[in-house]
Every structure is written in C-alpha cells, then in structure tokens.
C-alpha cells in the first residue's frame, strides 16, 4: 500500500525542485542547454539554483532519509547563492509539518573573499572575489524564500565570512549539512566548526568536491585528520555525500 502523506510529500518537493531550476519554465531562459543545466554546469539568469537536478534530486533524497528516520538536528547549507538549496531544506520541514527544526543560512551575501594563500596555500591561485555574479545580496535570498511562502522564523541566516560567523554560531546539532564553499579555507572551516555537530544518521553533502580541487583536497585532509571511513558517494560530476555513522 502506498503511503499517501509520503507521496504527497514528494510530488510537493520535486515540484520545488523542477521551479527552482526552471525546469519547469524553459521559456524564462530559453538558450539553456537541458543537459547542462540537469548537472549544474551553467550559471543561471533567473532560477534560484545553480546546483542542477540531480544535486536538487540528490537533496530531496537525502532529506528524505533524515526526516523519514528523525536524525536530530537543523538543516544548514554554507554559501548559497540565491539560496535555492535553502528553500527546497525549508520546503521539506513544510511537507513533513516539522516546526522544530531551523534551516541554517549561512553566507556572505557578498561573493567570495580574496584566496589567503598564505595561511591556506591550497587556495592560491583560485580567486573568485572579483566574480559579481556570485555576490547575492542577503535581501535577494529572503526573496527567494518569500517567493515559495517559506521566509519564517524557522529560517536563520548567519550573515559574514565563515571564520567569523561558523566559530560560535548557536547551532546545538544538525541533521544534514551542505557545503558549497568552493574553496579550501571556507570548506575546512565549515567541517572544523560544523561536522561536529552531525549527529550519527546525519548526512554532509559538499556540492564543489569534483569542480574545485581546493575543495576536495580539504575533505580529504578532513577525513584523514578525523579518521573519518564512511562511504563517499558521487551524486555527479562534482557532488558528493556520506552518511555519518559514528
């Protein structure tokens, strides 16, 4: 027998998925690639995510597991954009009537920092401060919010650079976290702060693993540093994510 309320849940949340995308409205942006834009290689005009379908897919997925089993925590996702992946997190608390937990913005809101290849030699050379596009301000990711019926006080924003704001955020635990840092600084900052606070059942997604290699080189060092074995699970061309088990 199907569970209903499950179904609903989900036809509710792909419908989110498919809007924030555009994969539903390709006569906003009618020069996309399908394909491209299914695996989050373009920046896109208008959509709310740059992500792409399977990492939006992926998302649902992994929510699904963590909501489904009760993993304790609040949701968070570290650099946003316009704040799409954070919509679909808040999406989910709807669909599952959830009223306790928090989504967790956190960003900038002003595009990336200039790389300190001094004290994080990875980075050098991987500069990304000067890309406008990438500089959201935090009145446009409320608007995003806003547009699904979703800006509430369930929804967090820890507004600055991640050395600043991660450090003594008020988070107590977290069900799922999502990085998408791009840089070697921002991600182990992310992991040193927040992985912490992942319960066991908790999933880290990190969105840059295969498109920056800064990124994957501070998970890897992660995982060595914490002697960290949990299966690494490709989700695309750049997605990854595991399940904490201990």
């Known amino acids: 027998m199907i569970d209903e309320s499950s179904s609903l849940r989900h036809r509710y949340l792909d419908l989110m998925a498919g809007c924030l995308c555009r994969d539903l409205f390709p006569e906003m942006e009618p020069d996309v690639d399908a394909a491209v834009r299914a695996e989050g290689r373009d920046w896109p005009a208008s959509a ?20 489904d ?3 304790p925590g609040d949701l968070m996702e570290t650099g946003v954009w316009r704040g799409g992946a954070t919509v679909l997190m808040r999406g989910a608390l709807a669909a599952w ?6 989504v967790w913005v956190a960003d900038s809101f002003r595009g990336l920092p200039p790389p300190d290849a001094e004290a994080w030699p990875a980075d050098k050379g991987v500069d ?8 959201v301000s935090r009145a446009e990711v409320e608007a995003s919010f806003a547009r699904y019926g ?6 967090r924003f820890l507004e600055g650079w991640f ?14 976290l999502r990085l998408d840092g791009d840089l070697y600084q921002s991600t182990w900052e992310a992991l040193e702060n927040l992985y912490p606070k992942l319960s066991v059942g908790g999933i880290l ?41 201990r």
Do not use: H
Request: charged share 30%; with cysteine.
């Open 48 to 67: 709310e995510t740059m992500i792409g379908r399977r990492r939006l897919d992926n998302l649902v997925d992994c929510l699904t597991m963590v909501l």
């Open 97 to 102: 009537g959830d009223d306790d937990r928090s």
């Open 163 to 176: 050395a600043d704001t991660l450090p003594t955020a008020p988070i107590g635990r977290l069900a799922l």
């Open 150 to 155: 979703l800006l509430d006080s369930q929804v």
């Open 128 to 135: 990304l401060s000067g890309v406008e596009t990438l500089a």
């Open 205 to 245: 997604i990190v969105d840059d693993y295969g498109a920056f290699e800064p990124c994957r080189r501070a998970v890897e060092d992660y995982r060595i540093k914490y002697e960290i074995s949990d299966e690494v699970i490709p989700v695309d061309w750049t997605g990854i994510w595991w399940q904490r088990t």
């Open 69 to 71: 089993n009760d993993v």
